[in-house]
């Protein structure tokens, strides 16, 4: 019964580390889209998503 135990404790620490890089991949591809400037500029035209265009009222890299 205790190595059940310590089997399931393993693969839930597995799970839980798989689960965390794909949450930190899915982030960083999400901050590579919202300070794109081909993006900033779609999503401006866009009037879809206004908390984006709010968001991206920060000074861009190239100085635009």
């Known amino acids: 019964m205790l190595s059940r135990i310590a089997q399931s404790l ?3 620490g597995r799970y839980l580390e798989r689960a ?3 949450a930190r991949i899915l982030d960083v591809q999400m901050q590579v889209l ?3 400037p081909a993006w900033t ?3 401006r035209a866009s009037s ?3 908390s984006w ?3 991206t ?3 861009s ?3 635009g």
């Open 10 to 12: 393993f693969w839930i």
């Open 20 to 22: 965390d890089d794909t």
């Open 34 to 36: 919202v300070e794109d």
């Open 41 to 43: 500029s779609a999503r």
């Open 48 to 50: 879809c998503c206004p």
């Open 53 to 55: 265009a709010s968001s």
């Open 57 to 59: 009222t920060r000074a």
């Open 61 to 63: 890299p190239t100085g």
